[in-house]
Structure formats: C-alpha cells, structure tokens
C-alpha cells in the first residue's frame, strides 16, 4: 500500500531532513512551506533520488485559512496520509516590550495555532489507517521559560503539553502522537530569530538536522511520547525539571544574552 507523510516547514532545515529520510523508508512526500520554489525543486530532487512520490503545496499556515486548505488539498488528491508532521516554526529573539507586537503575534499563531488546526483537520484523515502517527515538533526551550525568548519557549511548552495530552486522549486509538525536543540544530532558525550574534557559540553545540530527524523518525515508529535527541540536550532537559525555578531562571537569563 502506498504510505504518505504530510510534513510541514519541509523546505529547509530540520523538515527537509525528515523529509529526505522518510523518503529513504519508502514514504510518498507531501512538502508543504511557504516557499514554491524552494519546494518544487525538492518535491523533484526527493522523487529523482528515493523514486517515491513528492507533492508540494505553498501556503503560510500563520493564514488561519490554510491548514483546512491543505487538508482539503490531501482529499482533492484523494490521499489519506498516515503521518502529519507539525515541523513549521521559527523564533524570534529580544526582549517581549521591544519587539514588534504584530510580529511576535505571527510567530506564535505558526508555532501554536497552526498545529492546532492542522492536527485539527488531518486527525479523520489519520484515523482511516491501521496505525498512523503524529510527529509534533517542540525544542528544549519548552522545559523552562526563557527570557528573550519569551513567546517562543512559551509557545514550545504549549507543542509539548498538547501532544502529550492528545496522546493520551488517543492512546486507545491506531493514532500515535510523539513530540520531538530538539536543542540548537545547524539550520536557517538562529539566523531568522536574529540570533546571529551567537552564531559562534551555537556552533559548539549544534547537531545537525539529519541526526536530529533520525532520532525523531526512530522514536516516532517507537512510538515515544517524548524524544530529546542528544545526551547534552537531555541533561539539560532534565536539569530543568528538576531544579529550584530560580535556578533555572537564572541559567537561562544567561544563555541567550549577547
Ligand atoms: N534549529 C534549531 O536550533 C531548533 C531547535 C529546536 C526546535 N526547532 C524547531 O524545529 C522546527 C524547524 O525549524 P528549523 O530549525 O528547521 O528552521 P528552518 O530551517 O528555518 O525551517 C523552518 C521551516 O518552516 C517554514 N516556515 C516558516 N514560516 C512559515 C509559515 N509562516 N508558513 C509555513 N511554513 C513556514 C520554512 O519554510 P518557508 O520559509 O519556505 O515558509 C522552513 O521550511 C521549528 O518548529 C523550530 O522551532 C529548531
């Protein structure tokens, strides 16, 4: 039978790993992004190499319209995907008061609202599967507040308890939810966070975006409920679960300080 994956934000970074590689395990592709180009270029270089299907679909899913436009465009084809990846996000760094409100608005709809409504929309699809999957991606940024990324570590805890609790809604169900916490990944995201001022330090612990999709793929067919690729990144996972808030909030008003 022919299996797909919805997988969205595929066209850089961590979305693109995960795409190439549940290409490399037989999985037809749907890309969506918002960049057309960019993803039509990939839906043909992921056909050309791993001889599956790729589909492309552009649309900014911080548009409240988009995740029911995509899902119909799964029907339209007649496709029922047995995996949704939420993998679209990005960040935004400084201080909450100095940023543009309209802008911080627009990230937090992608990173939460747009998971909401695309789970939302793809979950009846998922459902007429055997067994199907959801792969939300979070970051190590949800165990902890993190002053001068505010809004975005706040948004990451709301990925990490939703999943959790939709898992458990469906636990009785042929729907696994995982949720994958990555920690600093060599990708577009610190550049588009404005983040470029510790470019240099980040290099000493960023993993790269194939290992962190490969550890996202095995734990999701694992059907983990939480995966933090990296014993550095689980340290420190743990570290905050378990240490005095102020602690915590001292070590992370310190981290991203330029
Ligand atoms: N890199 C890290 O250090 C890190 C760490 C922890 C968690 N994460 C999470 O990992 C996920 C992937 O990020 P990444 O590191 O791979 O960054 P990335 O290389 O910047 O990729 C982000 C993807 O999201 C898409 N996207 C951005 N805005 C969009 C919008 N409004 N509508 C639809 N798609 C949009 C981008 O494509 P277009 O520009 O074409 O739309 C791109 O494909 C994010 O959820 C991020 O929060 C990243």
């Known amino acids: 039978m022919?299996?797909?994956?919805?997988i969205t934000g595929a066209s850089s970074g961590i979305g693109r790993s995960l795409a190439c590689q549940l290409a490399s395990r037989g999985y037809n592709v749907l890309l969506t992004s918002r960049s057309e180009?960019?993803?039509k270029e990939f839906a043909a270089l992921i056909h050309n190499e791993y001889g599956v299907d790729a589909l492309y679909y552009a649309a900014d899913l911080s548009e409240e319209s988009a995740p029911a436009r995509i899902s119909s465009w799964c029907t339209s084809l007649a496709i029922l995907p047995n995996i949704l990846v939420n993998n679209a996000g990005y960040g935004l760094w400084g201080s909450f008061d100095k940023l543009d409100l309209d802008g911080q608005v627009n990230m937090h709809r992608l990173n939460t609202e747009a998971v909401i409504r695309l789970t939302y929309a793809v979950l009846p699809l998922l459902k007429q599967h055997d067994q199907s999957y959801?792969?939300?991606?979070?970051?190590?940024?949800?165990?902890?507040?993190v002053p001068t990324l505010a809004l975005y570590?706040?948004?990451?805890?709301?990925?990490?308890?939703f999943s959790r609790a939709l898992r458990f809604e469906l636990k009785d169900s042929q729907v696994s939810v995982s949720c994958l916490c990555p920690g600093p990944t060599a990708t577009g995201f610190a550049h588009r966070a404005g983040l470029d001022a510790l470019a240099k330090l980040a290099e000493k612990f960023n993993m790269s975006p194939d290992r962190v999709a490969n550890d996202g793929l095995n734990g999701l067919f694992k059907r983990k409920a939480e995966i933090i690729p990296g014993?550095?990144?689980r340290l420190s996972a743990f570290g905050a679960r378990h240490a005095p808030d102020t602690v915590v909030d001292w070590v992370t008003s310190r981290l991203y300080k330029v």
């Open 37 to 39: 180009n960019k993803l």
């Open 2 to 6: 022919n299996k797909y994956a919805l």
């Open 231 to 233: 014993l550095l990144n």
């Open 134 to 145: 959801i792969l939300n991606i979070s970051s190590t940024a949800a165990y902890q507040p």
């Open 153 to 161: 570590a706040a948004g990451k805890s709301f990925v990490l308890s």
